[in-house]
């Protein structure tokens, strides 16, 4: 496999995760889940500028997780805030 690591601070990568308790590995996988969703929902952002932030949510979640979901969701906010799936 292809890496830009060097083998030196690979092995001492492998060897921290090894370490690492069960609460450390899934506190760092909460941050790397965050941050991935942060990212990817700021992508959507930039890429519809034109959105507005709730908008911006339900594509996101549309993309993510399916039109049918991002419906339903849709239909449980539509009391608290007005819901339109952008096209």
């Not at 034109?50 to 419906?71: F, I, N, R």
Request: glycine fraction near 4%; charge should be positive; hydrophobic fraction near 40%.
């Amino acid at each position: 496999m292809l890496s830009d690591t060097h083998p030196d601070v690979e092995k001492l990568q492998i060897e921290l995760a090894r370490q690492a308790t069960g609460a450390q590995k899934i506190a760092q996988m909460r941050s790397l889940t965050s941050l991935v969703i942060g990212l990817s929902r700021r992508a959507v952002a930039r890429a519809n500028p034109q959105l507005t932030p709730h908008e911006v949510e339900m594509l996101w979640v549309e993309l993510t997780y399916g039109k049918d979901l991002a419906a339903r969701l849709c239909e449980y906010r539509k009391d608290r805030q007005p819901c339109s799936l952008p096209t």
